[in-house]
């Protein structure tokens, strides 16, 4: 076996492994769970709310791995409304009941497998606003995050005081 | 030539995996927009599981850095009136002892349950540190830069 080939390759691949930074463009992300049931008085409109947010870099032992937050945000608006729209909800741009969605932090807890914690606020139509922190884990962390985003609209469409004034009962 | 190439080659790949083992990740932010100075009273609350009184631990060293800091289990156990509620986890891992591999602390608003301020530590085996340094290192970061009350 001769050294000299495959030495440069070797290292090659150290360095890039150790080195690399990746971006993360969220993408869809199926949960198990059935969506919850929310009922709806009329049309919503969901918005984005954190226009300045900028560009955050999580380290992975090593790797790196930049997330926009406010991709993050306009993902879990795409999510939410989606959910909405499969519930036969109608999700217009200038509905009278509204929810403006703002993904505040994002980070990654690297152990065995790459725990994705997203925090998020929601502010409704009636002054209601609420925190909520959603999270999931996968050996790959790109993947942990979708499912976080997918997890927090889940979580989004789960809040019982959300639901009340979605219904038009608060 | 053989036989050092093999262990050119072992060193190489063996090496990765000690580099692996000595790794820290330290972060720290309070939210934009948020003034945690004029936020005094913080509630720490403890996990029912916390043997290492790290919620203690986290309340002490808002103490010194000028809150008014109480710990308790639940929210419950907070005073009447408290501007900031921290939350934390605590993750433990086995080599040759245990040891604090994870922790990271939140402070929320009470009210709404908004995330104030997220800061963690993750430190590997050779990097290991006690919980007390990590909760140092990790609200140290988070103020870095900006005024304690």
């Keep these: 076996m001769r050294i000299d080939c495959c030495l440069p390759l070797v290292l090659a691949l150290l360095f890039s492994t150790g080195c690399a930074t990746i971006a993360h463009t969220p993408k869809d992300y199926e949960l198990d769970e059935s969506w919850p049931a929310v009922r709806m008085s009329g049309p919503v409109t969901v918005s984005s709310g954190n226009a300045a947010a900028g560009k955050f870099t999580i380290d992975l032992a090593g790797q790196k791995m930049t997330v926009d937050l406010q991709e993050y945000t306009e993902a879990l608006v795409r999510r939410v409304r989606a959910a909405l729209a499969d519930q036969g909800a109608m999700v217009e741009p200038d509905a009278p009941t509204t929810i403006e969605i703002e993904v505040v932090y994002a980070n990654i807890l690297p152990q065995m497998q790459n725990h994705c914690v997203v925090d998020f606020t929601v502010r409704a139509g009636n002054g209601y606003v609420r925190g909520h922190q959603a999270r999931d884990k996968s050996g790959n962390p790109q993947k942990a995050c979708n499912a976080a985003l997918s997890r927090a609209a889940f979580e989004l469409l789960a809040d019982e005081q959300l639901q009340r004034y979605l219904a038009g009962s608060s | ?149």
């Design chain 2, 1 to 149: 030539m053989r036989r050092a190439s093999h262990l050119v080659l072992a060193v190489l790949f063996v090496l990765p995996g000690f580099l692996g083992c000595s790794y820290t990740h330290l972060y720290g932010e309070i939210m934009q927009g948020v003034d945690l100075g004029v936020r005094h009273r913080i509630h720490v609350v403890r996990q029912p599981k916390d043997q290492r009184q790290i919620g203690s631990m986290i309340a002490d060293r808002l103490e010194r850095a000028g809150f008014e800091a109480t710990a308790g289990i639940g929210t419950s156990s907070a005073p009447d009136v408290v501007d900031v509620i921290v939350s934390y986890e605590d993750h433990w891992q086995w080599d040759m002892s245990n040891y604090l591999i994870a922790l990271r602390i939140d402070f929320r608003n009470p009210k709404t349950q908004e995330l104030l301020a997220s800061g963690q530590s993750y430190r590997t085996s050779l990097d290991r540190k006690p919980p007390e340094f990590m909760v140092d290192e990790i609200i140290t970061t988070m103020f870095a830069g900006r005024d304690e009350p």
